[in-house]
T-cell receptor, first 113, second 114 residues
């Protein structure tokens, strides 16, 4: 059974810092991995999608890497801003079905002005 | 509107009533998924549907819960005889072809059972 773990559970940083969020998964037979952000009381916004054959994806100040063999992904946020404050979720799609996402518990990020 | 539309955004039901949650996928997406987020917990897969077919319902509670995605109209998640433990946020997601292109999530329906 796939298990996804995110570390740290919570993170508070001053504005302008670069930071790294970690995600690990137990079964390396994944179809793809997706990072989302969730604002309080809101839905999920997709940030980056990495296919199993890819090593990284970039969008603006965000960079996500994937090491499938070791079961790890990192989300790098450069020059953090207060507007980045949210919960960041990592989710993997299973290779066998590709249809079911297994989510981590999330990292709650607070960026202080 | 290019996004996944869920309604209602908030739903309050008394114990024993029925709850119906609706989801209209992104136009052109034929795959719909429902996830549940219990208070202080992560999102859990419930069911995967294509038009008129349930593909994977391994995450659905065995009783009181059902889902459909008819040929016409939105996908419906139905919860009969709701109990307090059903209080949660229910999210719908859609994708065009399995999950190769990733999921697009709706804003969710927050169900409160009183």
């Amino acid at each position: 059974k796939q298990e996804v773990t995110q570390i740290p559970a919570a993170l508070s940083v001053p504005e302008g810092e670069n930071l790294v969020l970690n995600c690990s998964f137990t079964d390396s037979a994944i179809y793809n991995l997706q990072w989302f952000r969730q604002d309080p009381g809101k839905g999920l916004t997709s940030l980056l999608l990495i296919q199993s054959s890819q090593r990284e994806q970039t969008s603006g100040r965000l960079n996500a890497s994937l090491d499938k063999s070791s079961g790890r992904s990192t989300l790098y946020i450069a020059a953090s801003q207060p507007g980045d404050s949210a919960t960041y979720l990592c989710a993997v799609a299973e290779e066998t079905s590709g249809s079911r996402l297994t989510f981590g518990e999330g990292t709650q990020l607070t960026v202080n002005p | 509107n290019a996004g996944v539309m869920q309604n209602p955004r908030h739903l309050v039901r008394r114990r024993g009533q029925e709850a119906r949650l609706r989801c209209s996928p992104v136009k052109g997406h034929s795959h719909v998924y429902w996830y549940r987020q219990l208070p202080e917990e992560g999102l859990k897969f419930m069911v995967y549907l294509q038009k008129e077919n349930i593909i994977d319902e391994s995450g659905m509670p065995k009783e009181r819960f059902s889902a459909e995605f008819p040929k016409e109209g939105p996908s419906i998640l139905r919860i009969q005889q709701v109990v307090r433990g059903d209080s949660a946020a229910y999210f719908c997601a859609s994708s065009p072809l399995r999950t190769y292109y990733g999921y697009t999530f709706g804003s969710g329906t927050r169900l409160t059972v009183v």
